[in-house]
């Protein structure tokens, strides 16, 4: 069963790369859980709507 699992330096590798992606995504998440709780964060407004890109909004689809 050893032999199946690969070699010790690529799972090494795999749980450091995972630990990485886990942490760059828990604390933005945490933080603007924080935000939203506390009240911080701001409602969208149609002129935040509008600058979104969507052409029926007023907003520019990114072709000229």
């Known amino acids: ?3 199946g699992a690969g070699a010790s330096a690529t799972l090494t590798w795999l749980a ?5 992606a886990l942490v760059s995504w828990y604390q933005p998440s945490l933080f603007l859980y ?12 149609e002129a935040d709507l509008r ?3 969507d052409p ?3 907003g520019s689809a990114g072709t000229t």
Not at 16 to 20: E, Y
Not at 34 to 45: A, H, S, V
């Open 34 to 45: 924080w935000l939203g709780t506390r009240g911080d964060l701001e409602e969208l407004t």
């Open 16 to 20: 450091i790369v995972t630990l990485v």
């Open 51 to 53: 600058r979104g890109g």
């Open 1 to 3: 069963m050893a032999e």
């Open 56 to 58: 029926e909004r007023g």
